[in-house]
């Protein structure tokens, strides 16, 4: 019995911080994937099924091997995806596509 409870425990630890990485980082990065169009379900900070999918469908588009993991990289993959979104366009481009309001 007790090697059970150990195991829910370990289990439940595990599901929670996501191999080390808090419940802020998680939501941080639950809400980059949202905003860039990879949908993980509620921003509740918990490293489920949802968040890792839509990492894995984050991971195939930009070319990386998709494990679904989260690494120390991947928020800053995230936010280099949002920024390069939007490099390149004229300022009237930006305005048409409402990325940015006119002047």
Known sequence: MQKLIKFIFISILFSS??????????????????????PCGEIDGKFGPNTKEAIKAFQKSIGKHSTG?????????????ANSATAGFS?????????KQPD
Request: hydrophobic share 35%; charged share 20%; glycine share 10%.
């Open 69 to 81: 993991h989260i690494s120390k990289g991947l928020y800053y993959q995230l936010y280099n995806a």
């Open 17 to 38: 911080m996501a191999f080390g990485y808090s419940h802020k980082y998680i939501a941080k990065i639950q809400t980059r994937l949202t905003y860039l169009g990879f």
């Open 91 to 99: 300022k009237e481009m930006e305005e048409y596509n409402g990325i």
